[in-house]
């Protein structure tokens, strides 16, 4: 369990780029490729498919980075004796979708987390975003992808965009509402105890990869 994309596993904090699952790394380990963040600097990943494990904490934390202040949710996934801290910047498609899906999983039971980054033939934006995966049964033989929890016949709180079009101003507004009552579900309805004093994030957010147009 714990990481896939061959058979590396680790402890370590994670992030999601370009629809992988990003481990800190550095240059010359095997599988690492580079890529240029936000302060210019070439750093060294190991990508991965999907990260599986039992969700033990969730918390939405305030970090500030060279980049400026920033909102993340940090998603602590238990596989066996491995701890691993998976953070997803509050203004990315990645926490939009594993917000809105979250409260279709049984928190008791191994969770899949796999993201994803394409830009359709038709279509000339990226899409991103992921999907999260369960097993209904322990007998089950292959784990069953959930769906989105709120609709809009049953919202439970949370707001959806008007039928007719948004301009960019509108869209803006929609989405500062819709991350705060994610950022609030979060909290809700785990109600876990903070993360361990030990565990605090040095990496830099990744950039949300698709535009809202």
């Not at 790394?25 to 210019?40: F, I, T």
């Not at 975003?129 to 292959?142: A, H, I, P, V």
């Not at 004093?197 to 535009?211: F, G, R």
Request: one cysteine or more; glycine letters at 6%; aromatic letters at 10%.
């Amino acid at each position: 369990m714990g990481l896939s994309t061959g058979n590396h596993t680790s402890k370590t904090y994670l992030q999601i780029v370009a629809g992988r699952v990003a481990q800190k790394s550095a240059e010359g380990v095997h599988g690492a490729v580079s890529r240029e963040n936000k302060k210019k600097e070439i750093v060294w990943e190991l990508h991965h498919d999907s990260i599986s494990g039992k969700i033990k904490e969730m918390n939405i934390e305030a970090k500030t980075f060279a980049s400026g202040k920033t909102k993340q949710l940090e998603i602590v996934i238990q596989d066996a004796d491995e701890s691993f801290i998976l953070t997803l910047p509050v203004e990315s498609k990645y926490f939009d979708h594993f917000c809105s899906k979250i409260g279709s999983a049984n928190l008791n039971k191994e969770i899949i987390v796999k993201p994803y980054s394409f830009v359709p033939k038709d279509k000339p934006n990226k899409i991103s975003g992921l999907n999260l995966y369960q097993k209904e049964k322990e007998t089950d033989s292959e784990p069953k992808k959930l769906g989105y929890y709120f609709s809009p016949e049953n919202p439970e709180g949370k707001p959806f965009p008007p039928e007719e079009r948004m301009d960019e101003d509108e869209y803006k507004m929609f989405k500062i509402k819709e991350r705060k009552f994610y950022c609030e579900y979060i909290l809700g309805m785990t109600k876990l105890k903070p993360a361990a004093a030990d565990v605090k994030s040095t990496l830099e957010p990744a950039p949300d990869d698709d535009l809202p147009f």
